[in-house]
Nanobody, 132 residues
Framework: VQLQASGGGLVQAGGSLRLSCAGS??????????IGWFRQRPGKEREGVSG????????YYSDSVRGRFSISSDSAKNTVYLQMNSLKPEDTAVYYC????????????????????????WGQGTQVTVSS
């Protein structure tokens, strides 16, 4: 099982980027599969920003990105996307996608959030830099 994150880059504040998380050996829209996006900002702990359980339509956004970021999936490409709009310098981070199971889905449904230990498979990070 592998996840491949891509789409990061350098963008000015107010701009947009779309991150992709492509799965291999895993169906990102399968029952009991949650795909989460996390980020790690310099000097900060890893933060879960958005997640999706495509099979039941569950989506989660942290307070810091709600209204600006949008998560979606494409079954044909077996890929989860994170559309990031109205980017701010504080969004600068390395972004990771990860796959989890039922505990991760339950946490999203209950609006508890994304917890790293509930995601077993991680992709490599992709750097997002937002200049002011």
């Amino acid at each position: 099982v592998q996840l491949q994150a891509s789409g990061g880059g350098l963008v000015q504040a107010g701009g947009s980027l779309r991150l992709s998380c492509a799965g291999s050996g895993i169906n990102v829209e399968d029952d009991l599969v949650a795909i989460g996006w996390f980020r790690q900002r310099p000097g900060k702990e890893r933060e879960g920003v958005s997640g999706i359980s495509a099979s039941d339509g569950t989506k989660y956004y942290s307070d810091s990105v709600r209204g600006r970021f949008s998560i979606s999936s494409d079954s044909a490409k077996n890929t989860v996307y994170l559309q990031m709009n109205s980017l701010k310098p504080e969004d600068t981070a390395v972004y990771y996608c990860a796959a989890g199971g039922y505990p991760a889905i339950a946490a999203m449904v209950r609006k508890i959030g994304l917890r790293s230990h509930e995601f077993a498979t991680w992709g490599q990070g992709t750097q997002v830099t937002v200049s002011s």
